[in-house]
């Protein structure tokens, strides 16, 4: 096997060992038609789950390397690696580790995946596949099935309408968005995309497969962001080089959304998300002040007034 024909998994852990060691297993029993070479980056997790790691590694004679040693360290493409980072580094550097690593080796293409996913049925083939289908896919993603059955993904590009105007006049657009959505159904829109390739703004960060070539070219992960808005950020940046993401409807995963990050918080977690979301709008986009504002009003109108409301009202009406 070689680089051309194998597929490097790269996994970003912090804290969840036991997600990740079970999304190894998961992914090795049910993709059988690629070649894998899994990437473990360790965000340093704490002693208890980095040691459940590194256990894992050595029962299954993993390659093991620190952050401090990759440089020099003489890594085989025909092992699977654990590498251990110094410190917790967020999402977009993390994961920048693990892609650098896999470029480094030779490989042509990268998946990026969360530890919370599940996997049912082969993937990576059908999304190997999708990169002939389209002109200029330089990232392509599955169907993304949330814990409650729901779509995550692909979506369209933010504007102060999706951050600011729909949850402020929620009263007005909510029954109209409804509407709509009514008679579009009729066109059976949802079966119009099933088993298609198609370009899209963006994907669910939690599982793409990534060209990279294109993505050394673009300068990887902006890693000013420690967590949110890297699939938006990563977007704009290839739009600058000429490239899209894509959507492979005809497979999909399930994506049990928040266990990776359950342990930082809500509030936390939130305020990570605001913070990461303005220095897209700013950077990105080329919002103002004025608009910036906006965008931060809507965001903590949703996040902490209208999303608690509404939870509120649904547990009332449950009991009833």
């Known amino acids: 096997m070689n680089q051309e024909t194998c597929v490097p998994v790269i996994i970003l852990n912090w804290n969840r060992s036991d997600l990740t060691i079970s999304l190894v297993k998961n992914i090795s029993n ?17 002693s208890e789950y980095r040691n459940m790691l590194i256990e894992f590694a050595n029962i299954n004679n993993w390659s093991i390397a620190t952050e401090t040693e990759l440089q020099d360290s003489c890594l085989k493409t025909n092992q699977h690696i654990l590498l251990l980072l110094d410190k917790n580094y967020g999402y977009a550097k993390g994961n920048n580790f693990g892609l ?72 007005i657009l909510w029954p109209m968005k409804k509407l709509v959505k009514k008679i579009l159904s009729k066109k059976s829109i949802s079966k119009k995309d099933e088993g298609t390739t198609r370009y899209c703004y963006r994907l669910t960060g939690c599982f793409m497969l990534m060209d990279l070539d294109v993505i050394e070219k673009v300068g990887w992960f902006d890693e000013n962001t420690f967590l949110y808005a890297e699939e938006d950020i990563l977007a704009e940046k290839l739009e600058k080089v000429g490239y899209k993401m894509a959507y492979v409807d005809s497979v999909y995963i399930k994506h049990m959304h928040g266990q990776s990050t359950q342990k930082l918080g809500n509030k936390s977690r939130l305020l990570q998300q605001l913070n990461a979301e303005l220095y897209y709008f700013r950077r990105y986009r080329g919002y103002g002040p004025i608009k910036l504002a906006l965008v931060k009003a809507g965001f903590i109108y949703s996040n902490f007034f209208l999303h608690p409301v509404v939870s509120k009202i649904r547990g009332f009406i449950k009991k009833l």
């Open 30 to 46: 049910v993709e059988n038609e690629v070649a894998l070479r899994f990437i473990v980056v360790d965000n340093a997790s704490s």
């Open 100 to 171: 650098k690593l896999a470029r480094k080796l030779g490989y042509k293409c990268a998946l990026i995946s969360n530890n919370d996913v599940v996997i049912e049925k082969p993937v990576l083939k059908r999304l190997i596949l999708a990169f002939n289908e389209l002109e200029s896919i330089a990232v392509v993603g599955p169907r993304i099935y949330g814990p409650n059955g729901e779509r995550q993904g692909p979506y369209s590009k933010p504007n102060l309408y999706h951050y600011f105007f729909y949850p402020v006049f929620i009263p």
